[in-house]
């Protein structure tokens, strides 16, 4: 259990308490990843060149945007 989801049960169960203990008293809620074991994407490579000239591509249309005078 993470420190946010055992803060998240700390206060349902403060909340529940203050409210005199009156009905169930609240469970953790279980969380898809949690006690199994998630398989990690596994992701597509992109060539370093293809993004190379992506980003000189937009380094050129950012340089030409400031030249005319709109940046």
């Not at 403060?14 to 409210?19: K, L």
């Not at 469970?27 to 490579?45: F, M, S, T």
């Amino acid at each position: 259990m993470d420190f946010l989801a055992m803060q998240l049960y700390a206060m349902q169960g403060a909340n529940w308490q203050r409210a005199g203990g009156e009905g169930d008293k609240p469970e953790p809620v279980r969380r898809p990843a949690e006690g199994e074991q998630v398989e990690a994407a596994e992701p597509e490579a992109v060539p370093l060149d293809e993004i190379r000239d992506v980003l000189a591509a937009r380094a050129c249309l950012s340089i030409g945007w400031l030249r005319r005078g709109r940046g």
